[in-house]
């Protein structure tokens, strides 16, 4: 049963997604009043203390993110176009994914400027780490075209008072198994789910690119810590990370070793192939923390290690393929 907060209304849009559970867990255990808006029910602590509202809605319906912003001190938007295996992979022109993307961004602000509140009210997106590799006029893909094109929006309403908005660009994330591993779709996660079913881990470029690998809890306190520092991180984009700078091929090889510690089984191979018909560009670029403002102001630091987060992962992954054929 939810708790009986009685304190500012938070609304989580894409509540049910990876981020958006753990997001909601980590709010779960604050007195507030929750509303939850995504398409699947959402995985909350026992005895929250948050008093909470659960909605399921498709947000891109007419009139659906008004209603679901209604009356909210802070809008956290979590929501993200999914295609395929993996979340950001957005062709050009791609209307839908633009619309989920960015235009659920422009509702929002519409909503809060419709509502003509004497109080504005708090605005974090989630951004992508992406979004810092290159200057904006050189990004090559669509998916940061939209994320930049939402980040400006925001900015633009901060300016004019409508809002107080944050973005926060988030390294690579992936699951710790607090959550049902099948909520990830990332590479992590994919490359986790091969390795417990005896398949190679294929990379792309010789596996040199670098990466910044987050847990997903870690994540969703960034944001908490966020709400925890209105003045300080307003009215700017941060980006949030670990700092340590790992390859792709020393991440495939960590994963193949977790899941070998919890099979029993020898690692599954590493091997460079040919990338696939569906990579772009900028699967080559290094994609890693270059700032470590927001620690500095708001005092958030990551707390799990990319090894034992790996091992977390492995764990659940495992438990859960065995429970599969045992059904």
Known sequence: MPGQGTGQLITVLGASGLLGTAVSRELARRPVRLRLVGRRPVALPDRPVARIEERSADLTEPGAVAAAVEGSDVVIHLVAHIAGSGTWRVADGDERARRVNAGLVHDVIDAIRA????????????????????????????YDRHKLEAERA???????????????RLSTLYSLGTD????????????????????????????????????????????????????????????????????????????????????????????????????????QLDFVLRSSAFPDVTGWHPRVGLHEGLDRLAAAVVREQAGHEAA
């Not at 509502?115 to 669509?142: D, V």
């Not at 925001?154 to 926060?168: K, P």
């Not at 994919?190 to 190679?200: D, K, Q």
């Not at 003045?231 to 495939?252: D, K, M, Y």
């Open 115 to 142: 509502e003509r509140r004497a109080t504005p009210p708090a605005l974090l997106f989630a951004g992508s780490i992406s979004q810092s590799a290159t200057a904006p006029e050189e990004l090559l893909t669509a």
């Open 154 to 168: 925001i900015a633009d309403a901060t300016a004019e008072g409508l809002v107080r908005g944050t973005t926060l």
């Open 180 to 283: 049902a591993p099948g909520l990830d779709r990332g590479v992590v996660a994919a490359m986790t789910r091969r390795a417990a079913a005896g398949l190679p881990l294929t990379m792309w470029h010789g596996g040199t690119p670098k990466r910044d690998l987050l847990g997903i809890d870690d994540a969703a306190r960034a944001f908490t810590a966020a709400l925890d520092a209105p003045a300080a991180v307003t009215g700017r984009h941060w980006e949030i990370g670990t700092g340590a700078q790992t390859s792709v091929a020393e991440l495939f090889t960590a994963i193949a070793e977790a899941v070998a510690r919890h099979t029993g089984r020898p690692p599954v191979p590493v091997v460079s192939t040919t990338p696939a018909e569906y990579a772009v560009s900028t699967d």
